[in-house]
């Protein structure tokens, strides 16, 4: 009873340095997301992946690539971190686009 | 432009009251909205979805209401909880050939004793 399962929660980075961040889903969903959330603003869409096979660029996908490795995973990975993207990201999946999606319990990141 | 605008910012309110809370949008063409629940250091989490021919969708002491021609919904919290606590998300999809979705930048609750 998992659901989406992302990881790490926590992680610190120095400038320049790169990550991959992990999100698992086992729900058999289709679509799985990944948002940034920043203080005061909504949760911003960086990449998607509408089915297993496909991505595509959301909202704010600068300095971000991702793998659909599988129908039940999502990596979304920072080449080269810099300090705007300290933020917390999260993963989400849905049966399809526009439905109710799931979300992971988050990954706070901070680059230095 | 797509839009999501959710009011007021923050709101305290004392265990036991009532409270609501406002989205405003303005995205189009309009497919579905949702409230979600996101407590500290939490994902979000849906409580209620609401597509164009609904007006009312209740989830326990939750009810959401959504007049699509004025383009606003509301979420009523009624004999709030300390558990309550949270930032609570406006969220509309758009359907345009793909799903587009927005969010708002939510509403803050603090439930005092």
């Known amino acids: 009873n998992a659901g989406v399962t992302q990881t790490p929660k926590f992680q610190v980075l120095k400038t320049g340095q790169s990550m991959t961040l992990q999100c698992a889903q086992d729900m058999n969903h289709n679509s799985m997301y990944w948002y940034r959330q920043d203080p005061g603003m909504g949760l911003r869409l960086i990449y998607y992946s509408a089915s297993e096979g496909t991505t595509d660029k959301g909202e704010v996908p600068n300095g971000y690539n991702v793998s659909r490795l599988n129908k039940r995973e999502f990596s979304l990975r920072l080449e080269s971190a810099a300090p705007s993207q300290t933020s917390v990201y999260f993963c989400a999946s849905s049966v399809g686009g526009g439905t109710e999606a799931f979300f992971g319990q988050g990954t706070r990141l901070t680059v230095v | 432009k797509n839009q999501v605008e959710q009011s007021p910012q923050s709101l305290i309110i004392l265990e036991g009251k009532n409270c609501t809370l406002q989205c405003n949008y303005t995205v189009s063409p309009f497919s579905n909205l949702r409230w979600y629940k996101q407590d500290t250091g939490r994902g979000p989490v849906s409580l209620t979805i609401?597509?164009?021919?609904?007006n009312t969708k209740s989830n326990g002491r939750y009810t959401a209401t959504l007049d699509a021609d004025t383009k606003q919904s509301s979420l009523h919290i009624t004999a709030s909880q300390l558990s309550d606590s949270a930032s609570y998300i406006c969220?509309?999809?758009?359907?345009?050939?793909?799903?587009?979705?927005?969010f708002g930048a939510g509403t803050r609750l603090f439930v005092k004793a």
């Open positions: 609401m597509t164009f021919s609904e």
């Open positions: 969220v509309v999809s758009a359907n345009t050939g793909g799903f587009k979705t927005i």
